[in-house]
Antibody, heavy 119, light 106 residues
């Protein structure tokens, strides 16, 4: 059974940093592109970043470039999202998602982790 | 970015057929996908690449369309289908989602 379990969220002050983790199991993690998708409270879904199977290629939405860093550890089956210079508009539930062979859609999602940016 | 416009909230009775639309601001070939999200839960993939049923999804769900106009159909609707439905395209960068269509049962 595929499982994606996020952690690392919480209440953070504007300008601070946070690192989210996503532990994957039930599939050959190193074979799949992985992504982070976020959802602001009562809002829609927004793709944030993706990372290639080996980690050598990363992709970001424009609004987070330079502040967010996606990475992965294939030995630990874990995906990460480093978020720096947090802003109020980053407040959202962050989902880890498994891509389908570079097709750009997501067949499995984690339960999500909440990040709240507030002073 | 490719903007995806979805039909507004819909209310239907169990047993009826419902169609949820998604229009893209530019062509996305067949790379349109549909997700179901229930309150407090993560999204679930229903349909991929316009018309392919995801694993484990009931055959009551179907998808159609190409280019810029796509439809998710549920027939017949069941009480458990109360949820928000999102379309997503992955043909153009960045991947984008529609705002969602909230389906309510009468």
């Amino acid at each position: 059974e595929v499982q994606l379990v996020e952690s690392g969220g919480g209440l953070v002050q504007p300008g601070r940093s946070l690192k989210l983790s996503c532990a994957a199991s039930g599939f050959t993690y190193s074979n799949y592109v992985m992504a982070w998708v976020r959802q602001a409270p009562t809002k829609g879904l927004e793709w944030v970043a993706s990372i290639s199977t080996g980690g050598g290629n990363t992709y970001y939405r424009d609004s987070v470039k330079g502040r967010f860093t996606i990475s992965r550890d294939n030995a630990k089956n874990t995906l990460y999202l480093q978020i720096d210079s947090l802003r109020s508009e980053d407040t959202a539930t962050y989902y880890c998602a498994k891509d389908v062979y570079y097709e750009g859609y997501f067949d499995y999602w984690g339960q999500g982790v909440m990040v709240t940016v507030s002073s | 970015d490719t903007v995806l416009t979805q039909s507004p909230a819909l209310a239907v009775s169990p047993g009826e057929r419902v169609s949820i639309s998604c229009r893209a601001s530019e062509g996305v070939n067949s790379y349109m996908h549909w997700y179901q999200q229930k309150p407090g839960q993560q999204p679930k993939l229903l349909i991929y690449k316009a018309s392919n049923l995801a694993s484990g999804v009931p055959a009551r769900f179907s998808g159609s369309g190409s280019g810029t106009d796509f439809t998710l159909t549920i027939d017949p609707v069941e009480a458990d289908d109360t949820a928000t439905y999102f379309c997503q395209q992955s043909w153009n960068d960045p991947p984008t989602f529609g705002a969602g269509t909230k389906l309510e049962l009468k």
